[in-house]
């Protein structure tokens, strides 16, 4: 019986552990924030909105994952979605933005950019349709506050995001046309579970991979060797390569 109690605890504790684990891992928030933003879109008129959540689409031998695709016959809207806490600086062309708590400063990588590149992507895929108007859309689900976002792409909150997607309102497509453009994603689309599976892995490796470097000294950035400096909040770890390496990170 005393054996029967200790499995139960244990199969128990080890439950525990994977879901704090999980919850740690970067993909976990983003995926809550993700079914936010789904929520959201599911307030678009049908007639008019085509909304495709989490593609995976694989182009040129590369795969990408797009948070959401919007298609009507005002074109194309991508939105990026991101879940985060504290203060939001950035603008439209840095390499990476910033995410602000109390005294904590983590640096992700500009989701404008990496949109970009999604509607790059798309526009291999969509070749065909030169007149489609592709518009970005970066959305914060989060509890976190933009503070100083300096961009000409909209970076707005979740409930601002459908209005941001009604503002445009000049037709460049046909009806049919809309569902061509959605015929064609669909034939680039990844639905092999084994293809996401390495994507997401892939993602994760490289999330390791950046705390690995930093731990070992080795800035993530630029391969120079982190250094302690003293800045007004305290001890943080700098590359010895700044100015020109700009890596930061609080201890
Ligand atoms: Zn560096």
């Keep these: 019986m005393e054996s029967m109690a200790f499995l139960v605890f244990i199969s128990l504790a080890f439950l525990l552990i994977t879901t704090l684990y999980q919850s740690y891992l970067p993909g976990y928030k983003g995926t809550v924030g993700e079914k936010i933003v789904a929520r959201q879109l599911q307030r678009l008129n049908k007639n008019e909105y085509t909304v495709l959540n989490n593609i995976y689409l694989k182009v040129n031998g590369r795969s990408i994952q797009i948070d959401h695709l919007v298609l009507s016959v005002y074109g194309i ?12 600086h950035g603008n439209e062309n840095s390499e990476f933005w910033t995410q602000t708590f109390y005294k904590k400063k983590i640096k992700f990588g500009n ?20 007149q489609l108007d592709y518009y970005s859309i970066i959305v914060f689900a989060g509890d976190g506050t933009l503070k100083n976002v ?24 046909s009806g049919e046309q809309v569902v061509e453009v959605a015929d064609q994603i669909r034939r680039y689309r990844v639905i092999d579970r084994k293809v996401i599976k390495e994507h997401k892995n892939y993602v994760r490796r490289s999330y390791f991979e950046r705390n690995r470097k930093i731990n070992a000294l080795i800035c993530p950035d630029c391969g120079g060797e ?4 003293n800045g007004k909040y305290g001890e ?11 890596f930061i990170q609080s201890l």
């Design 77 to 88: 809207f991508v939105i990026e979605t991101k879940n985060y806490s504290g203060w939001i």
């Design 111 to 130: 989701p404008v950019k990496q949109n970009r590149a999604h509607i790059y992507f798309l526009k291999r895929v969509l070749a065909s349709y030169k």
């Design 150 to 173: 300096c961009t000409q792409t909209p970076v707005v909150y979740k409930n601002r995001l459908i209005k941001t997607i009604r503002q445009v309102k000049t037709p460049v497509l």
């Design 226 to 229: 982190l250094v302690v400096r």
């Design 236 to 246: 943080f770890y700098g590359c010895s390569n700044f100015p020109r390496c700009r």
